[in-house]
């Protein structure tokens, strides 16, 4: 089984193929996707992705994840993060 298909992308906006919500940011994996709000971890730009971040979609099994730096490429994955 695959992740959804991100089907458009532009500035906050995103779609997932088979999902009728539009995200501003979300997490996908196979068999599903929900909006990620960075205020649950305290993600912001700076540190950048927290490692919380990648515990609920690594917990469905992903083994491969994609992490996106945002539009501007100004979210920042710090090591203890990857």
Do not use: F
């Amino acid at each position: 089984m695959s992740s959804p298909e991100i089907a458009s992308l532009s500035w906050g906006q995103m779609k997932v193929k088979g999902c009728s919500t539009t995200y501003k940011d979300c997490k996908v994996w196979p068999g599903g996707s929900r909006t990620w709000d960075w205020r649950e971890t305290g993600t912001n730009h700076s540190p950048g992705v927290q490692p919380a971040d990648l515990e609920e979609i690594v917990k469905k099994g992903v083994k491969t994840v994609v992490i996106g730096r945002g539009m501007s490429e100004a979210l920042q994955h710090p090591l203890w993060t990857i």
